[in-house]
């Protein structure tokens, strides 16, 4: 296996992010496109989006740098007809997973896992289809429950269920422990809202009280290395166990320092922070050899949001560090 690069904060590169779309069927509330802001644009396929071979070639250079893990999102990555070859032509060594809403599951689970998809994660922000369609903005509440059957069925066991927490969906977070503590086969992982990317900062909540309530639920807690994470195994009805877990990337200077992961945008732009789009490098028409190039000058340049990029001040407010201005 390949050494991964590191930066010069002692952080591996072992994970990429392919955005394959910023199209997408839902209009959640939430959303920030994979910190690039609301550029959704018309649903038909547009030319500014990777081709197949757009992001096989990258990937094939990551490969070559050890990356071993490749998540796609989009927007919905399933609105790509070419999903299942994208995923067939990924290199063998990594493994392959992706974010989705689930719509198009059912029908295609199966193609997915035949291609070498090995795991999925949906989007499930509530249990409750009225306050899921306001949330999302999408009357597909049923589809997206059918598309998690589908992939449990497939063999994607375990389904990961992503549910952004914020004032909107606060109420149904117990709710959604109890399901995956009682339902097997499905995880939950509970991801803090991002208002600096979305632009209503009143839409916040107090992610460490979901913590501690949760400290106090589980029967187990488990520490993951990858952004400094925290998994509590809480009891279900049953005897079984529900593993969440909780993404909490706002003003978390620990979160930064553990992430080994470089982005992708749909257009081919390599991305080193989800939280800025200062620092895009395109790849457009590269070669290998010039991919290989960019990748490593973006690993290079990667630099931890919280606690370096951004510093507290007297204040004790979060500031952009003289050092990186127009650099």
Not at 206 to 216: E, K, M, P, T, Y
Request: hydrophobic share 35%; aromatic share 8%; charged share 30%.
């Amino acid at each position: 296996m390949p050494t991964p690069l590191v930066d010069d904060f002692g952080r591996e590169v072992t994970g990429v992010r392919v955005s394959l779309t910023d199209r997408c069927n839902f209009d959640c509330v939430y959303c920030h496109n994979e910190g690039l802001g609301d550029t959704r644009g018309p649903m038909d396929p547009q030319d500014d989006e990777m081709s197949t071979d757009d992001v096989v070639r990258f990937l094939d250079v990551a490969a070559e740098f050890g990356v071993d893990a490749v998540k796609f999102t989009g927007g919905e990555p399933m609105l790509r007809d070419d999903l299942e070859e994208i995923i067939r032509r990924t290199p063998d060594s990594m493994e392959t997973s992706m974010t989705t809403n689930g719509t198009f599951l059912p029908g295609r689970a199966e193609a997915l896992v035949e291609a070498g998809l090995d795991r999925v994660n949906v989007s499930q922000d509530a249990l409750d289809p009225e306050a899921f369609a306001e949330i999302t903005k999408s009357g597909a509440y049923e589809k997206v429950i059918e598309g998690v059957h589908a992939a449990l069925d497939a063999g994607l066991d375990p389904v990961k269920l992503n549910m952004v927490v914020f004032e909107h969906t606060a109420g149904y977070v117990e709710g959604m422990v109890e399901h995956v503590a009682e339902n097997d086969g499905l995880q939950l992982q509970l991801i803090e809202y991002m208002p600096e990317l979305t632009g209503r900062p009143e839409w916040n909540i107090d992610i460490q009280r979901v913590h501690d309530w949760l400290a106090d639920l589980a029967v187990r807690v488990e520490h993951r290395e990858m952004h400094d994470r925290k998994r509590y195994y809480v009891a279900g009805d049953d005897g079984g166990e529900g593993m969440v877990e909780i993404v909490d990337p706002v003003e978390n200077a620990g979160f930064c320092a553990n992430c080994g992961r470089v982005r992708v945008t749909h257009e081919g732009y390599l991305k080193g922070c989800l939280n800025r789009n200062d620092d895009l490098k395109p790849m457009g028409e590269m070669t290998r050899p010039e991919i290989r190039e960019a990748f490593r000058e973006v690993v290079s340049n990667r630099v931890p949001y919280y606690g370096e990029y951004l510093l507290r001040n007297d204040r004790g407010e979060w500031e952009i560090n003289d050092d990186y201005i127009g650099a």
